[in-house]
């Protein structure tokens, strides 16, 4: 019997999520001669019910297109904002899964999309799930595609600020995506030679990183180059966070919980811009000028790299082998050459941090490279 298959990719776009849909689609249709529809603009548009048939000619051409043909958004089934209010959708998502006979909905995402898709399939519906995100903190999987592709352009970043620093006694700091993870930062700061990289893993005393630069200038080094990681964070603003965490912990309810979540949010709310207010705080203390570079979206755009599209086209068409046997609920992880069908209730109880015996910061510190402890 012919099997029906929904696609949707939510969160953030990547590099690579054209390829993957491709992989599943081209597989599905032309191999196992099952029938695929996409939906629009992720889980808004699977409860709108916007669709687009995915035949072979809209498959035809975009293996190398970055960004998603079918849109994105970061809208969850369980909290949507609808009308002006944040409602529930998830009834409105299974009705309509079940009006268009589907026997699994596939589901490109990250670390969030892994939770939707699971709460999903506690509702009674089948699901499957590919890694995708830039930042690489999927768990269980070796690698997310998209994250290839951003560290390649994070690190010829960092290599066309190598020539312009040499030109001037700075510094040059350049903020790197990554979420709450050092991976994007801690990987292009490697290889791109970066004096410094400060990572959300490894909480930073901005005075270490000071007597670094200062070190190098004493030593006729005309310039320092500091990767900073958007979720990077000093050894005191991590004390205030944690004692700020806790103290919403203990709180009994009532007044006093919603002002230690008041407060824990106002500190949240102050993390945008701390790059530069490190940029700063490193001009005061070595005396030399700082200049700063945010990367920004421009890491998530453009063709995928070739590691990028290979990865998804194996998830993609691996996922098409998991419908076939019926194997759902699961996310097809990336396991050295091999792919692996992982429990979507283990992929969603953390995020995929870089731990602080990881063999890429071992060789950051041999090289003498500064990671701001």
């Not at 904002?81 to 995402?109: A, E, S």
């Not at 930042?135 to 997310?144: I, K, M, Q």
């Not at 290839?148 to 312009?164: F, K, N, P, Q, V």
Request: proline share 3%; aromatic share 4%; net charge positive.
């Amino acid at each position: 019997m012919r099997k029906y298959i929904g696609i949707l990719t939510s969160g953030g776009d990547s590099p690579g999520l054209n390829a993957a849909i491709r992989g599943v689609g081209k597989a599905a249709l032309g191999f196992y001669g099952m029938q695929v529809i996409g939906f629009r603009d992720g889980f808004r548009g699977f409860m709108e019910n916007r669709t687009m048939e995915l035949n072979e000619e809209m498959l035809s051409g975009i293996l190398t297109q970055g960004g998603t043909i079918l849109g994105t958004s970061r809208d969850k089934p369980h909290r949507m904002p609808v009308g002006g209010k944040v409602v529930d959708v998830t009834d409105i998502i299974v009705d309509n899964y079940r009006q268009h006979h589907l026997d699994v909905l596939v589901c490109l995402g990250g670390g969030g999309t892994q939770k939707n898709a699971l709460r999903l399939a506690e509702k009674g519906l089948s699901v499957i799930t590919l890694p995708k995100t830039i930042d690489n903190d999927v768990l269980l999987t070796d690698a997310s595609f998209g994250f290839d592709t951003a560290l390649g352009i994070a690190t010829e970043a960092i290599d066309r600020l190598h020539s312009t620093a040499h030109s001037h006694h700075r510094i040059i700091l350049v903020e790197i995506m990554g979420n709450k993870v050092g991976w994007l930062a801690l990987g292009a700061g490697v290889a791109g030679g970066a004096d410094a990289i400060l990572i959300p893993e490894i909480p930073y005393d901005v005075g270490r990183v000071a007597d670094a630069i200062r070190d190098r200038s004493r030593r006729g080094k005309r310039f320092s180059i500091v990767a900073v990681a958007e979720g990077a964070i000093s050894k005191q603003e991590e004390a205030v966070l944690h004692a700020a965490t806790e103290k919403v912990r203990l709180a009994r309810g009532g007044k006093a919980r919603a002002k230690a979540e008041a407060e824990l949010e106002a500190l949240e709310a102050q993390r945008p811009g701390h790059t530069m207010r490190l940029a700063e705080r490193l001009e005061e203390l070595t005396g030399l000028e700082s200049r700063l570079t945010i990367l920004g979206y421009l890491q998530r755009g453009g063709t995928p790299s070739a590691a990028d599209r290979l990865l998804a086209t194996r998830l993609g068409t691996a996922c098409a082998d998991l419908i076939d046997k019926g194997q759902y609920n699961v996310m097809v992880a990336a396991r050295g050459d091999t792919t692996r069908p992982v429990a979507l209730e283990e992929v969603t109880k953390k995020l995929k941090v870089v731990p602080r015996d990881h063999p890429w910061i071992g060789a950051a510190r041999r090289v003498g490279t500064c990671m701001g402890d």
